[in-house]
Nanobody
Framework: QVQLVESGGGLVQPGGSLRLSCAVS????????VGWYRQAPGKQREWVAR???????DYGESVRGRFTASRDNAKKTVFLQMNRLKPEDTAVYYC??????WGQGTQVTVSS
């Protein structure tokens, strides 16, 4: 069984930064592909980023150049560094790994 626990969300002003963390249980973390998703009120869940086992990353178009995903295999944790945040980044952010394991989410609110 795999469990994921997100943390690091909060309220930040436009242009600010936040760093999300996702702690992952499971003995095979080093080979896991972990994704970040977000869901804003009234909208469908949106894919944000993906970090592969070798540190190879992909990003959604709306966050590319502003968000950076990374991982610490020793701590079984993945991170999402979010810079130059915009109000439209406001959402609940989730981490995910297959097949079908999701965290509980962490709220990010970008507002002045």
């Amino acid at each position: 069984q795999v469990q994921l626990v997100e943390s690091g969300g909060g309220l930040v002003q436009p242009g600010g930064s936040l760093r999300l963390s996702c702690a992952v249980s499971g003995s095979i973390f080093a080979v896991m592909v972990v994704g970040w998703y977000r869901q804003a009120p009234g909208k469908q869940r949106e894919w944000v980023a993906r970090i592969g086992s070798g540190g190879n990353n992909d990003y959604g178009e709306s966050v590319r150049g502003r968000f950076t995903a990374s991982r610490d295999n020793a701590k079984k944790t993945v991170f999402l560094q979010m810079n130059r945040l915009k109000p439209e980044d406001t959402a609940v952010y989730y981490c995910h790994t297959g097949p079908g394991f999701w965290g509980q989410g962490t709220q990010v609110t970008v507002s002045s």
